[in-house]
């Protein structure tokens, strides 16, 4: 059975199941983030493009990096240490598939 799924549509509750169905995860961990440490997971049964933005909670871009071809599981750390606290988007786009996460930074 394939699933048909319009990637702009996509709400982050509903990631999770599709993310599963295609045999890949995609996570930002820890929610809230202390420290100002937090990083994206990946488990990739093929190689993707990704790419990682951070965004305000006015939409703005604050950070953009586009990591190329990965592969396997991996653990990219975001650059938060210059952000203020409050609440942040991070957007993961894994080959065609954004992931859009809402994240808070507190003290």
Known sequence: MKTEVNVDT????????????ASFAVSVYPNPILDKKAF???RLPDAADVEV??????????????YGELKD??????PLTKMAYGQ???KVKVGAYPYVFKILITE
């Open 73 to 78: 599981s991996q653990v990219l750390e975001l």
């Open 53 to 66: 933005e951070i965004m305000n909670h006015l939409g703005q871009s604050i950070f953009h990096k586009a």
């Open 10 to 21: 996509l709400y982050s509750n509903q990631v999770n199941l599709y993310a599963e169905i």
């Open 40 to 42: 994206v997971s990946l």
């Open 88 to 90: 942040y988007f991070v």
